[in-house]
């Protein structure tokens, strides 16, 4: 029999419960744990997980917590690469860990951090010639207060085009598009009875470009309004979608693509419902209490403890309109008072 080992971090809650796998590895599964993570344990971690060596994933400690970042290696998105003699590296937004965050999600945190790290670059790297201009609409680092203030002007109603040659038109849009030195060609289209269009689209240019994911050379996407807007908005969609697959079927965790479509998702339901319902047997019968007053304290530490404010007046009245409630309410901090605001 093999006991599987806790890694650092994590400790059994006194009498959890134990099961035994076909394989004879004996495991505490990891609802049944308390966690006492550390900078050392977090870093223990993530150094078995495995992206992208262009993807670099930190662990740091400042003054406020723990936290993962994402560094990338590549060139600036906005200055042509031959222009560029060498490549930079930049950094993502920092995320926090908590030290009592089970190791499972301290890994999906990673994953989700590196997900969007990489939508942040796909982003970027969406141009469209605009009057002779190339720009980034889809960017991140637009100004939302300032656009919040033109709403009139840049809000678009869905209008249909029902021009006589669709194909041309769509085509003609594709052409202001670049992706990552790479260029879009309508090769077919198709209308289905529900007036939706299905659209084949062929990659030129790949050999010019740094993202595996377009090496199939075709991208199909549907279009349930046909006009400009819809076109561009449902292809950066599909090319987020795309990365964010990359980042599923090619992040591990000792090897492991937890998010990858070949994960039989039947076998992964299988574990969990032995997993999940152990402390039901009745050899657990005590230690089913020990583990719910173990829960309810995880929980209460993620309880917001909020100012009196405006927008936490804001947030308790829209609580309030759901009452009942079960859960731990958010806690009100009396001694922090914030003036009104707009």
Known sequence: MNLFKHLKGESPINGAPM?????????????????????????????????????????????????????????????????????????????????????????????????????????????????????????????????????????????????????????????????????FDLTHLEELENGTFVLELSILGKAASSLPELSSGKIILLLEVVNQNTLYHSLIAKLIELSHRHVAEHFTYRGFARFSQKVDILAVAEISVICRGLHEENQYKSFKGDWSKHNYDIDETRVPIIPNSILSNKLTSLIEQHQPLDGQMPKLNKTLNYSPYQ
Do not use: M
């Open 19 to 183: 099961h035994t796998f076909e394989n004879n590895v004996q495991c505490i599964p990891q609802h049944y744990l308390t966690f006492h993570h550390s900078l050392e344990s977090i870093e223990n971690i993530i150094i078995h997980t495995q992206y992208d060596e262009k993807y670099l994933v930190f662990v740091c400690e400042d003054d406020f917590g723990i936290y993962i970042q994402v560094g990338i290696i590549g060139y600036d998105n906005y200055l042509p690469h031959d222009s560029q003699l060498t490549k930079k590296i930049v950094y993502g937004r920092k995320w926090r860990v908590e030290n009592n965050l089970p190791t499972s999600e301290i890994i999906q945190t990673t994953f989700l951090a590196l997900q969007k790290a990489r939508e942040h670059e796909v982003r970027e790297l969406f141009t469209i010639n605009n009057n002779k201009t190339q720009s980034t609409p889809f960017n991140c680092h637009h100004d939302l207060p300032l656009l919040a203030t033109r709403k009139e002007k840049l809000i678009k109603e869905n209008t249909y085009y029902n021009g006589i040659n669709i194909k041309q038109r769509l085509s003609a849009w594709l052409i202001l598009v670049r992706y990552n030195h790479l260029t």
